[in-house]
């Protein structure tokens, strides 16, 4: 192939709006899934991002009932079953991953059903909002998910130092003196804001690979929380493009694309990290700290 | 002075901390000791007000939730993640954050005040290291690095030498003594029984109540140990490391 040939095959699909629409949103939703999402990584608490994303689905089906705006609707719901999830795991025996089974597979049945009930008189489709229709945003959805976006990043750059402090030590955060229910629940928003944002383009079932899996190929090859957000937004973005690129070449899924390529720089982090790699770290230097489950396996009495 | 009036906890209908009163005076290393479930932590998480209690803690007259900036506490060494992408440098720096204020950046003070208090705990040329990189006890001293540069009044410490090396532990009472030159109140929460104890200048001792609470040489006996302790075998043993006469 000649470079004019190669050029063209990068430039063809540039020419259609609806290319140009699905790279720009895939880019912002990358960006802002790529830094939430590592919040939830070093807070532990992927499985709450997952669970806030299936919860978003009651909340945008009233909204659309109601006839309000559907992003604010699923906002609401998302952060709500936070809040649930959080009553229900402090003031009973009921711990915090069970909690969170119970809240967001019943917000997601409730979702479901409405949105199947409104799909057979409207023409609103369930299976855009479980799996994205990236090539279908409108310059309308565009602009909801750049003020998205802005408020996102605004956000956290302005409290990045209380959010540092407080997902590395919240014991010690809260005895230094920073509020830190309120950061805690700003930081839910934000997750929530994000999934809403991502809804459109990779849907609420696989937007949780979008928030951990940048977020953590670039933890395996950083060591401060900024580098990982820097990095983990560059993996974003280079996977939202390769992404969107397969999926007009070789008509995939989009969204599912996305997700692909993103999951294989996680893979080739998790293999090829200079320091903590699978492949590249034999011998770990200073404090053990690393153990992978073949080692671990190797020192077990008999074995 | 930090004031504690009827302070007291309860987890799930079990009390953890019976009502609790004391006066504990500015200048002084306090050593909590009892034994395990003696409501040690519990005390000190009751009074910076992280675990909901009833009853009242205040310094110097004001209530603990007004003076938070005055004082720092460094938690267990295993309650946080090492893994956490920070480095040293990130860690020590947190102790500045509540002091900047909402949206300031640290300053060449700020800076400074850092690197002094990593050059006291011996980590000064680690500050680029990441803090999963680093030994028990050098983690250890990272975090005494962070109280340091609260510039506190009233610090906390539970449990600080916890799987920390000799030379680690060297440090932190050194630095537990020039804080206390300095007029500044310790409160640390320490099991261990050996020669540390005499590191402190009183003793409170806990077993869900105030065992006894004084000064080292009249509080630190077998009869108030037995009390904390219990008769048995615990306590002859404490006895026995401590050089103490057991009672008869």
Known sequence: MNPADFWNLIVEPLQLPFMQRALISALLVGTICAVTG???????????????????????????????????????????????????????KIKEDTAMGLVFSAFFAVGIILITKIQSE????????????????????????????????????ALYKELLFHSFDPLGAKAAGLPTQALHLVLMSLIALTIVASMQSVGVVLVIALMVGPGAAALLLTRRLHAMMLLAVAIAAVSSVVGLYLSYYLDLASGPAVVVVTSTFFVLSLLFSPGQGLLTNRQKSGAARITTPLESQATLPGS | MLSIENLSVTYRENLALAPTSLEIPAGRIVGIIGPNGAGKSTLIKAVLG????????RFHGEPIASQLRRLAYVPQRT???????????????MGRTAHLGWLRWPTRQDRDLVYESLRRVGMESFQ??????????????????RALAQQADLLFFDEPFVGVDQTTEAIIFEIFGQLRDGGKTLLVVNHDLGEAINHYDDILLLRNSVVAYGPRSEVFNAHNLALAYGGGAVAREIAESTKIQPTR
């Open chain 1, 38 to 92: 590592s919040y939830l990584i070093v807070r532990r608490l992927s499985l709450l991002g997952d669970a806030v994303s299936r919860a978003v689905m009651p909340g945008l089906a009233i909204a659309f009932l109601l006839g309000a705006n559907i992003f604010v609707g699923a906002f609401i719901a998302g952060v709500l079953s936070t809040v649930l999830i959080g009553a229900i795991h402090t003031r009973s």
């Open chain 1, 122 to 157: 409207t023409k609103v489709d369930l299976m855009h909002f479980l799996f994205g229709n990236i090539l279908g945003v409108t310059e309308a959805d565009l602009i909801t998910t750049a003020l998205i976006s802005g408020v996102v990043m605004v956000t956290i750059a």
């Open chain 2, 50 to 57: 992280l675990v909901s209690s009833t009853g009242t803690a």
């Open chain 2, 79 to 93: 309650a946080v993640d090492w893994d956490y992408p920070a480095t040293v440098w990130d860690v020590a720096m």
């Open chain 2, 128 to 145: 680029h290291r990441q803090i999963g990189e680093l030994s028990g006890g050098q983690q250890q001293r990272v975090f005494i690095a």
